[in-house]
Protein backbone atom coordinates (compact mmCIF):
# COMPACT_ATOMS: atom_id res chain seq x y z
CA UNK A 1 0.00 0.00 0.00
CA UNK A 2 1.75 3.06 -1.44
CA UNK A 3 -0.51 5.52 1.00
CA UNK A 4 0.99 3.48 4.27
CA UNK A 5 4.44 3.69 2.91
CA UNK A 6 4.18 7.58 2.46
CA UNK A 7 3.22 8.32 5.83
CA UNK A 8 6.43 6.91 7.08
CA UNK A 9 8.48 9.72 4.42
CA UNK A 10 6.44 11.72 6.01
CA UNK A 11 9.34 15.04 6.74
CA UNK A 12 7.37 16.53 8.98
CA UNK A 13 7.10 13.38 11.02
CA UNK A 14 10.60 12.55 10.40
CA UNK A 15 11.82 16.48 11.02
CA UNK A 16 10.30 15.41 14.55
CA UNK A 17 11.84 12.19 15.35
CA UNK A 18 14.77 13.89 14.39
CA UNK A 19 14.53 16.71 16.73
CA UNK A 20 13.05 15.02 19.99
CA UNK A 21 16.10 12.49 19.15
CA UNK A 22 18.59 15.67 19.35
CA UNK A 23 17.16 16.96 22.62
CA UNK A 24 16.36 13.69 24.69
CA UNK A 25 20.27 12.05 23.45
CA UNK A 26 22.96 12.80 26.33
CA UNK A 27 26.31 10.79 25.36
CA UNK A 28 26.97 9.21 22.11
CA UNK A 29 24.85 6.58 21.08
CA UNK A 30 26.45 3.76 18.83
CA UNK A 31 23.92 2.09 17.13
CA UNK A 32 24.24 -0.72 14.48
CA UNK A 33 21.95 -1.89 11.57
CA UNK A 34 22.48 -5.34 10.77
CA UNK A 35 20.84 -5.56 7.60
CA UNK A 36 22.36 -4.31 4.33
CA UNK A 37 18.57 -3.00 3.12
CA UNK A 38 19.01 -0.82 6.12
CA UNK A 39 22.78 0.54 5.20
CA UNK A 40 21.26 1.53 1.34
CA UNK A 41 17.86 3.05 3.22
CA UNK A 42 19.84 5.19 5.68
CA UNK A 43 22.13 6.33 2.85
CA UNK A 44 18.98 6.74 0.27
CA UNK A 45 16.96 8.51 2.73
CA UNK A 46 19.44 10.99 3.46
CA UNK A 47 19.38 10.07 6.88
CA UNK A 48 22.82 9.72 7.42
CA UNK A 49 23.31 12.91 7.20
CA UNK A 50 20.78 14.17 9.33
CA UNK A 51 21.40 12.30 12.34
CA UNK A 52 22.80 14.16 15.69
CA UNK A 53 26.66 14.11 15.28
CA UNK A 54 25.99 12.29 18.84
CA UNK A 55 24.40 9.46 17.06
CA UNK A 56 26.91 7.11 15.37
CA UNK A 57 25.85 4.63 12.32
CA UNK A 58 27.85 1.67 12.44
CA UNK A 59 27.10 -1.13 9.92
CA UNK A 60 26.44 -4.71 10.61
CA UNK A 61 27.65 -8.16 9.24
CA UNK A 62 24.04 -8.44 7.85
CA UNK A 63 25.53 -8.51 3.77
CA UNK A 64 25.13 -11.96 2.95
CA UNK A 65 28.02 -11.74 0.48
CA UNK A 66 30.34 -9.67 2.60
CA UNK A 67 30.36 -12.29 5.54
CA UNK A 68 30.96 -15.33 3.03
CA UNK A 69 34.51 -16.47 4.15
CA UNK A 70 37.39 -16.54 2.31
CA UNK A 71 38.09 -20.00 1.93
CA UNK A 72 33.95 -20.33 1.79
CA UNK A 73 34.62 -18.44 -1.86
CA UNK A 74 37.70 -20.52 -2.31
CA UNK A 75 35.48 -23.98 -2.11
CA UNK A 76 33.04 -22.22 -4.38
CA UNK A 77 36.27 -21.81 -6.91
CA UNK A 78 37.50 -25.50 -6.15
CA UNK A 79 34.79 -27.29 -6.94
CA UNK A 80 33.99 -24.45 -10.42
CA UNK A 81 36.90 -26.88 -11.59
CA UNK A 82 35.07 -30.00 -11.34
CA UNK A 83 33.96 -30.78 -14.80
CA UNK A 84 31.33 -33.07 -13.97
CA UNK A 85 29.88 -29.77 -11.98
CA UNK A 86 27.40 -26.75 -12.56
CA UNK A 87 27.68 -24.36 -9.84
CA UNK A 88 24.35 -22.69 -9.39
CA UNK A 89 24.63 -19.71 -8.01
CA UNK A 90 22.92 -15.99 -6.71
CA UNK A 91 24.39 -13.33 -9.08
CA UNK A 92 26.04 -11.18 -6.23
CA UNK A 93 28.18 -14.07 -5.55
CA UNK A 94 30.13 -13.63 -8.86
CA UNK A 95 32.34 -11.02 -8.25
CA UNK A 96 33.70 -12.17 -4.83
CA UNK A 97 37.18 -12.34 -4.63
CA UNK A 98 38.80 -15.63 -2.81
CA UNK A 99 42.37 -16.87 -3.34
CA UNK A 100 44.49 -14.22 -5.16
CA UNK A 101 41.48 -12.18 -5.93
CA UNK A 102 39.97 -14.88 -8.23
CA UNK A 103 36.31 -15.05 -8.85
CA UNK A 104 33.63 -16.76 -9.75
CA UNK A 105 33.34 -14.73 -13.23
CA UNK A 106 36.93 -15.29 -13.83
CA UNK A 107 36.26 -19.27 -13.80
CA UNK A 108 33.11 -18.74 -15.61
CA UNK A 109 35.40 -16.98 -18.56
CA UNK A 110 38.08 -19.59 -18.06
CA UNK A 111 35.43 -22.20 -19.11
CA UNK A 112 33.79 -23.06 -15.67
CA UNK A 113 30.16 -23.83 -15.89
CA UNK A 114 28.69 -21.18 -13.57
CA UNK A 115 24.57 -20.14 -14.16
CA UNK A 116 23.49 -17.25 -12.08
CA UNK A 117 20.09 -18.11 -11.46
CA UNK A 118 17.08 -16.14 -9.91
CA UNK A 119 15.26 -18.93 -7.30
CA UNK A 120 16.87 -22.03 -6.01
CA UNK A 121 13.90 -23.88 -7.76
CA UNK A 122 15.58 -22.47 -11.17
CA UNK A 123 18.76 -24.87 -10.40
CA UNK A 124 16.08 -27.71 -10.18
CA UNK A 125 15.28 -27.07 -13.72
CA UNK A 126 18.88 -26.78 -14.43
CA UNK A 127 19.52 -30.66 -12.89
CA UNK A 128 16.72 -32.10 -14.83
CA UNK A 129 18.37 -30.72 -18.19
CA UNK A 130 21.08 -31.57 -17.30
CA UNK A 131 21.31 -35.26 -16.01
CA UNK A 132 24.99 -36.39 -16.69
CA UNK A 133 26.42 -33.38 -14.69
CA UNK A 134 25.68 -32.07 -10.75
CA UNK A 135 24.12 -29.05 -10.33
CA UNK A 136 25.74 -27.60 -6.72
CA UNK A 137 23.49 -24.65 -5.94
CA UNK A 138 25.76 -22.25 -3.37
CA UNK A 139 23.54 -21.79 0.26
CA UNK A 140 24.78 -18.64 1.18
CA UNK A 141 22.85 -16.41 3.07
CA UNK A 142 20.79 -15.74 6.64
CA UNK A 143 17.71 -17.28 8.08
CA UNK A 144 15.78 -15.46 5.24
CA UNK A 145 17.44 -17.80 2.47
CA UNK A 146 17.75 -20.75 4.28
CA UNK A 147 14.16 -21.88 3.94
CA UNK A 148 13.30 -21.86 0.11
CA UNK A 149 16.68 -23.74 -0.62
CA UNK A 150 15.45 -26.02 2.12
CA UNK A 151 12.18 -26.20 0.54
CA UNK A 152 14.01 -26.45 -3.12
CA UNK A 153 15.79 -29.75 -1.49
CA UNK A 154 12.40 -31.32 -0.52
CA UNK A 155 10.98 -30.57 -4.13
CA UNK A 156 14.41 -32.27 -5.24
CA UNK A 157 13.68 -35.58 -2.97
CA UNK A 158 10.26 -35.44 -4.27
CA UNK A 159 11.27 -35.24 -7.84
CA UNK A 160 13.90 -38.15 -7.66
CA UNK A 161 16.26 -35.99 -9.09
CA UNK A 162 19.77 -37.33 -8.24
CA UNK A 163 22.17 -34.55 -9.22
CA UNK A 164 21.12 -31.70 -7.16
CA UNK A 165 23.32 -31.01 -4.36
CA UNK A 166 23.71 -27.66 -2.34
CA UNK A 167 26.94 -26.19 -0.36
CA UNK A 168 25.56 -25.00 2.59
CA UNK A 169 26.95 -21.82 4.27
CA UNK A 170 24.48 -20.70 5.33
CA UNK A 171 24.89 -18.32 8.70
CA UNK A 172 22.16 -16.90 11.64
CA UNK A 173 22.18 -13.90 12.73
CA UNK A 174 21.35 -13.61 16.42
CA UNK A 175 24.77 -15.61 17.27
CA UNK A 176 26.60 -13.22 15.29
CA UNK A 177 25.19 -10.38 17.28
CA UNK A 178 26.43 -11.76 20.38
CA UNK A 179 29.96 -12.38 19.23
CA UNK A 180 29.81 -8.46 18.34
CA UNK A 181 28.46 -7.68 21.68
CA UNK A 182 31.63 -10.00 23.48
CA UNK A 183 34.50 -8.03 21.05
CA UNK A 184 36.19 -5.79 23.08
CA UNK A 185 37.51 -3.85 19.90
CA UNK A 186 34.09 -3.05 19.51
CA UNK A 187 31.12 -0.73 21.08
CA UNK A 188 27.47 -1.04 20.57
CA UNK A 189 24.64 0.37 22.06
CA UNK A 190 21.81 -0.98 20.30
CA UNK A 191 20.69 -2.41 17.08
CA UNK A 192 18.05 -1.60 14.66
CA UNK A 193 17.60 -5.61 13.90
CA UNK A 194 16.92 -7.06 10.26
CA UNK A 195 13.21 -7.27 9.12
CA UNK A 196 13.42 -9.90 6.54
CA UNK A 197 15.43 -12.47 8.74
CA UNK A 198 12.80 -11.68 12.00
CA UNK A 199 10.23 -12.31 9.68
CA UNK A 200 10.92 -15.76 9.83
CA UNK A 201 12.66 -16.09 13.32
CA UNK A 202 10.56 -13.42 15.37
CA UNK A 203 11.07 -11.66 18.42
CA UNK A 204 12.66 -14.58 20.83
CA UNK A 205 16.11 -15.36 19.49
CA UNK A 206 17.47 -11.40 19.92
CA UNK A 207 16.11 -11.29 23.64
CA UNK A 208 19.22 -12.07 25.05
CA UNK A 209 20.78 -9.13 23.79
CA UNK A 210 18.56 -7.49 26.51
CA UNK A 211 18.85 -9.49 29.47
CA UNK A 212 22.41 -11.08 29.23
CA UNK A 213 23.76 -7.59 27.69
CA UNK A 214 21.79 -4.78 28.60
CA UNK A 215 21.77 -3.43 25.17
CA UNK A 216 18.13 -2.85 23.36
CA UNK A 217 17.50 -3.89 19.50
CA UNK A 218 14.55 -3.31 17.68
CA UNK A 219 13.06 -5.10 14.80
CA UNK A 220 12.53 -1.85 11.98
CA UNK A 221 11.00 -1.34 8.74
CA UNK A 222 12.98 0.52 5.93
CA UNK A 223 11.16 3.98 5.76
CA UNK A 224 13.04 6.76 7.65
CA UNK A 225 10.34 7.61 10.43
CA UNK A 226 10.98 3.43 10.96
CA UNK A 227 14.73 3.82 11.74
CA UNK A 228 13.91 7.13 13.27
CA UNK A 229 11.64 6.27 15.72
CA UNK A 230 13.29 3.04 16.96
CA UNK A 231 16.50 5.09 17.66
CA UNK A 232 14.03 7.70 19.73
CA UNK A 233 12.67 4.54 21.55
CA UNK A 234 15.97 3.35 22.22
CA UNK A 235 17.22 6.43 23.91
CA UNK A 236 14.41 6.84 25.70
CA UNK A 237 15.15 3.07 27.32
CA UNK A 238 18.86 4.05 27.75
CA UNK A 239 17.59 7.20 29.61
CA UNK A 240 14.86 5.40 31.76
CA UNK A 241 17.87 2.87 32.21
CA UNK A 242 16.29 -0.50 30.66
CA UNK A 243 17.41 -2.09 27.66
CA UNK A 244 14.29 -3.62 25.59
CA UNK A 245 14.08 -5.91 22.93
CA UNK A 246 11.04 -5.00 20.46
CA UNK A 247 9.18 -5.18 17.28
CA UNK A 248 8.42 -1.55 16.22
CA UNK A 249 7.96 -3.45 12.47
CA UNK A 250 4.51 -5.25 13.05
CA UNK A 251 3.05 -4.40 9.38
CA UNK A 252 5.66 -6.72 8.05
CA UNK A 253 6.69 -9.32 11.13
CA UNK A 254 4.84 -11.11 13.38
CA UNK A 255 6.42 -11.43 17.14
CA UNK A 256 6.80 -15.17 16.69
CA UNK A 257 7.99 -15.07 13.34
CA UNK A 258 7.02 -17.88 10.76
CA UNK A 259 6.76 -21.37 12.51
CA UNK A 260 6.25 -22.79 8.96
CA UNK A 261 9.56 -21.48 7.53
CA UNK A 262 11.57 -22.37 10.36
CA UNK A 263 9.68 -25.82 10.21
CA UNK A 264 10.80 -26.43 6.65
CA UNK A 265 14.56 -24.94 7.73
CA UNK A 266 15.09 -27.31 10.64
CA UNK A 267 13.80 -30.10 9.02
CA UNK A 268 16.22 -29.94 6.52
CA UNK A 269 19.26 -27.72 8.46
CA UNK A 270 20.80 -27.93 11.86
CA UNK A 271 23.51 -25.49 13.85
CA UNK A 272 26.73 -25.78 13.45
CA UNK A 273 29.81 -23.78 14.30
CA UNK A 274 30.93 -21.07 11.36
CA UNK A 275 33.81 -19.08 10.00
CA UNK A 276 32.82 -15.08 9.18
CA UNK A 277 34.68 -13.15 7.18
CA UNK A 278 36.86 -10.31 9.32
CA UNK A 279 35.17 -12.20 12.29
CA UNK A 280 36.56 -15.58 12.66
CA UNK A 281 35.11 -18.75 14.13
CA UNK A 282 31.32 -18.04 15.89
CA UNK A 283 30.16 -21.04 17.54
CA UNK A 284 26.89 -22.29 16.54
CA UNK A 285 26.02 -19.47 13.87
CA UNK A 286 26.04 -21.60 10.74
CA UNK A 287 23.73 -24.14 9.09
CA UNK A 288 24.81 -27.51 8.02
CA UNK A 289 23.01 -30.20 6.54
CA UNK A 290 21.15 -32.84 8.36
CA UNK A 291 22.32 -36.78 7.96
CA UNK A 292 19.20 -38.19 6.56
CA UNK A 293 19.80 -35.08 3.69
CA UNK A 294 23.90 -36.27 3.15
CA UNK A 295 22.84 -37.17 -0.61
CA UNK A 296 22.46 -33.55 -1.40
CA UNK A 297 25.20 -31.81 0.31
CA UNK A 298 27.70 -30.97 -1.57
CA UNK A 299 30.29 -30.39 1.60
CA UNK A 300 30.13 -34.51 2.06
CA UNK A 301 30.08 -35.30 -1.21
CA UNK A 302 33.17 -33.35 -3.14
CA UNK A 303 35.32 -33.73 0.56
CA UNK A 304 35.39 -29.87 1.00
CA UNK A 305 37.13 -28.54 4.22
CA UNK A 306 36.52 -24.84 5.69
CA UNK A 307 39.70 -23.51 7.21
CA UNK A 308 40.78 -20.10 8.52
CA UNK A 309 43.01 -18.93 5.97
CA UNK A 310 44.68 -15.19 5.95
CA UNK A 311 42.17 -12.39 5.19
CA UNK A 312 42.62 -10.14 1.30
CA UNK A 313 45.77 -7.80 1.76
CA UNK A 314 44.59 -4.54 2.68
CA UNK A 315 41.31 -5.40 3.23
CA UNK A 316 39.73 -3.76 6.50
CA UNK A 317 35.98 -5.39 5.81
CA UNK A 318 36.01 -7.62 9.16
CA UNK A 319 36.72 -4.40 11.00
CA UNK A 320 34.28 -2.82 8.79
CA UNK A 321 31.51 -5.70 9.56
CA UNK A 322 32.52 -5.47 13.56
CA UNK A 323 31.78 -1.59 13.22
CA UNK A 324 35.67 -0.82 14.12
CA UNK A 325 35.67 1.00 11.43
CA UNK A 326 33.25 2.67 8.80
CA UNK A 327 34.07 2.22 5.48
CA UNK A 328 35.56 5.54 4.59
CA UNK A 329 38.43 4.62 7.16
CA UNK A 330 40.04 1.58 5.23
CA UNK A 331 42.97 2.87 3.71
CA UNK A 332 42.20 1.38 0.33
CA UNK A 333 38.35 3.30 0.26
CA UNK A 334 37.90 4.72 -3.26
CA UNK A 335 41.63 4.91 -3.52
CA UNK A 336 42.19 1.09 -4.83
CA UNK A 337 38.86 -0.81 -3.47
CA UNK A 338 35.71 0.73 -5.98
CA UNK A 339 33.18 -0.85 -7.19
CA UNK A 340 34.04 -1.68 -10.51
CA UNK A 341 37.72 -2.86 -8.77
CA UNK A 342 36.36 -4.00 -5.90
CA UNK A 343 39.15 -5.75 -3.24
CA UNK A 344 36.69 -7.00 -1.02
CA UNK A 345 33.08 -8.43 -0.80
CA UNK A 346 31.76 -5.25 1.21
CA UNK A 347 32.68 -3.24 -1.94
CA UNK A 348 30.99 -6.10 -4.08
CA UNK A 349 27.58 -6.15 -3.07
CA UNK A 350 25.18 -3.21 -3.81
CA UNK A 351 24.28 -4.14 0.03
CA UNK A 352 27.35 -4.19 1.35
CA UNK A 353 28.59 -1.04 3.30
CA UNK A 354 31.64 -0.29 1.39
CA UNK A 355 29.69 -0.03 -1.76
CA UNK A 356 26.95 1.85 0.53
CA UNK A 357 29.52 4.35 1.19
CA UNK A 358 31.34 5.06 -2.01
CA UNK A 359 27.91 5.55 -3.78
CA UNK A 360 26.05 7.75 -1.51
CA UNK A 361 28.42 9.27 1.10
CA UNK A 362 29.36 13.11 0.29
CA UNK A 363 32.60 13.91 1.39
FE1 LIG B 1 37.70 -4.02 1.96
FE2 LIG B 1 37.46 -2.25 -0.03
FE3 LIG B 1 35.91 -2.02 2.07
FE4 LIG B 1 38.49 -1.48 2.30
S1 LIG B 1 37.01 -0.34 1.07
S2 LIG B 1 37.25 -2.68 3.71
S3 LIG B 1 39.36 -2.97 0.86
S4 LIG B 1 35.92 -3.73 0.62
Redesign the pocket.
Known sequence: NIDLIKEFRDPELCKGLLETLDRELDDELRFMEVCGTHTVAIFQSGLRSLLPDKVVHLSGPGCPVCVTHESEVNAFLDLAEHDDVIIATFGDLMRVPGHGGRNLKAAQADGASVSVIYSPFDALKLAAENPDKTVVFLGVGFETTAPTIAATMVMARKQGLKNFMVLPFHKTVPTALGALLDDASTRIDGFILPGHVSTVIGMEPYEFIATDYDRSAVITGFEPADILKSLVDMVRWRNEGTAKVTNNYRRAVADTGNAKAREVLYSVFEPCDALWRGIGLIPGSGLKIRDEWTDMDAIVKYGIEITEVPP?P????G??LKGVIT?DQ?????K??TPAK???????STE???AAYYKYKVD
Not at 330 to 334: I, T, Y
Open positions: LGCRCDVPCPLFKVCPVGPCMVGSC
